[in-house]
């Protein structure tokens, strides 16, 4: 369904245990012919125990939002304008604001700011405005061997190995953010004692169990090894698990993981204690059963999956996820049009996005769901691939930035052509290793080259996030895993480099 402008629509958001709005304020076509509608979504600054009748319609307003980098300005932009099936219309009066938005988003998320605006305003006045005073302040401060600016909201590789290390933070009162490697005890009672730091990314600490449920955490990226109990807050919302999980991993958090996303490469693990998971991630797949997956997270919302590329079996058993909104597959083969799940056996789906997968199955798919595209779905099938396309493309780890939505297509392009670039001098120096030291300094000078490609590809578009830095990483890993695969001098040792050094190198010129 298509709004009109005007029109107030409320929805019960989960973190706030009540119902919140919106209001659409315009309507616009995109796309060379108008293929797609556009919605302004304004956040209203309203929360109810039901919806809205027509009194609180007219005393509504815009939400202004002054959370921490925010200054008072409102939650305003385009979305697809495909009414998701579970928002309720309350009503509808004339645009609250008349100035255009220059933002969009990928859904309409209604009552997440307001929801963020609350947690600001519990916490401490004082407290806020030394955040909103230190916000302004580009002054900067020595912290370990590098000089950050005050007003820092990001810290990465930060390698703590004392309490003084840690006690050095409080030098910086926007940080949000903190990406970590190595472990001290004494950052957990500093992110208990501050309440603006909601993400934190743990690598290399070396713990068999954490406890973080009392700190003020809305997202967490752990290393996983050697970890089998994890302690949660209540407010966590997104938990990714890098590296292996342990089969006996006990994960104690709110509601059985009800309100929360799950992110795993490759294998799902079954961990009970997250029964009523809503979202989960999965990444980097070869082989994926959905069986069990559907069985262990029956009450899942958002189900994302990413092929590396891979083949999924049992995917008609996503039907039995009876409270599934979103669903995302990409990359991911092995199946048919008929193995899929109809719209009539997905009552709450409103997101559908299938990229990459077997033409048989798009073309398939994509009939049987044009109807519901038209009523309730926000539908999306596209690059359906032939398998003389994956016999050409399969062994590329950049094939699958072709697609995503915040790197350009000639982007993904030149980092397929820099890595095949890069095989073949791999494989040239393979044919001539008599001279370890000249292979050596030849590879120092092809990492150089491969690091400065991505340089000058992130100085253009600014497109490398964290797990894009570590495909870059990796992929350098493979190429240099294939030249040690090769026979040495005397033809039965393997090659060895100096990995080390070429660590160093890498780490030392990127600037992503």
Known sequence: MVPTIGDIYCVYVESLQQYAACQVTDLKETG????????????????????????????MKPLSCNYYF???????????????????LAGNRAPLITEETRSYSAG???????????????????????????????????????????NTSILRNFRPTSAEDVVALAQFPCLTHI???????????????????????????????????KTHLTKLVLDMNRVNSLTLHSRIEFLSFMGDVSPDLHVNAYEKGHRMTLNVAATVPQITALSRLGGLYVREITELDLQPVVHTYPELSELRLWGKPGNVSNIQSIQQLTSLQ?????????????DFPGPEQLPELSTLRLTSLPSDAAKSIKANYKKAAQTRIDLKIGKPRKPEWLAENLNNPFRDWDGRDHIKAAYAKKAAQ?????????????????????IQKQLMLLVEKYTETFNQMEAKANFIETIEREEIYNALVELLDQLESQPGIDQTSAIKVNRKELDEVFEHRRDF
């Open 326 to 338: 979103t669903l995302s597959i990409n990359d991911l083969f092995g199946f048919k049009g008929e």
């Open 32 to 59: 060379s012919k108008g293929s797609r509608q556009l919605a302004a979504i304004l956040q209203l600054d309203w929360t109810g125990d039901q919806p809205p009748d027509e009194t609180e319609l007219l005393d």
């Open 418 to 438: 820099t890595y095949k670039q890069h095989l073949k001098e791999i494989r040239r120096l393979s044919q001539n290793m008599s001279d370890l030291d000249l």
């Open 108 to 150: 309409w998320q209604i009552g997440e700011s307001l929801y963020r605006q609350h947690q600001w305003d519990a916490i401490d006045e004082s407290r806020r405005e030394h955040f909103k005073q230190a916000a302004e302040d580009y002054s900067e401060i020595p912290l370990g061997d590098a000089m950050v600016r005050k």
């Open 70 to 88: 925010w200054k008072g300005t409102w939650d305003h932009s385009f979305v697809n304008a495909e009414v998701p099936p579970h928002y309720v």
């Open 179 to 213: 990406e970590m490697r190595g472990y001290t005890e004494d950052i957990i009672p500093f992110l208990e004692q501050n309440p603006f730091i909601y993400e934190l990314h743990i690598h290399e600490h070396g713990q068999t169990a954490l406890d973080l449920s």
